[in-house]
């Protein structure tokens, strides 16, 4: 198949992936909607007085008790497991 025969693939219900069409078109994205939140709140670790941050994407990066400005961004309470090779 040449470039000038290949049509781009859209959303729209009139596809062919199944009778259905598109099962995913009029759902909207709560995944990419969960990282667009300009709200959503990160805690970091100061690291002069060692007090909880939570951070906002617009702060300034700052600790709010002591003013430092090295913060560490606290790891993860997942579980996280690696496949050593």
Same mark, same amino acid.
């Given at each position: 198949?040449?470039? /000038?025969?290949?049509?781009?693939?859209?959303?729209?219900?009139?596809?062919? &992936?199944?009778?259905?069409?598109?099962?995913?078109?009029? *759902?909207?994205?709560?995944?990419?909607? /969960? &990282?667009? #939140? #300009?709200?959503?709140?990160? *805690?970091?670790?100061?690291? #002069?007085?060692?007090?909880?941050?939570?951070?906002?994407?617009? #702060?300034?990066?700052?600790?709010?008790?002591?003013?430092?400005?090295?913060?560490? *961004?606290?790891?993860? *309470?997942?579980?996280?497991? &690696? /496949?050593?090779?």
């Amino acid at each position: 198949m040449s470039r /000038e025969g290949y049509t781009v693939p859209t959303g729209s219900q009139g596809n062919s &992936f199944g009778a259905g069409g598109n099962a995913m078109a009029g *759902k909207p994205n709560s995944f990419a909607a /969960e &990282f667009r #939140d #300009d709200n959503a709140l990160m *805690k970091y670790l100061c690291g #002069d007085c060692g007090s909880h941050t939570p951070l906002r994407k617009s #702060d300034p990066i700052r600790c709010k008790d002591c003013g430092c400005r090295v913060l560490y *961004k606290e790891r993860t *309470k997942r579980m996280i497991q &690696f /496949e050593a090779r």
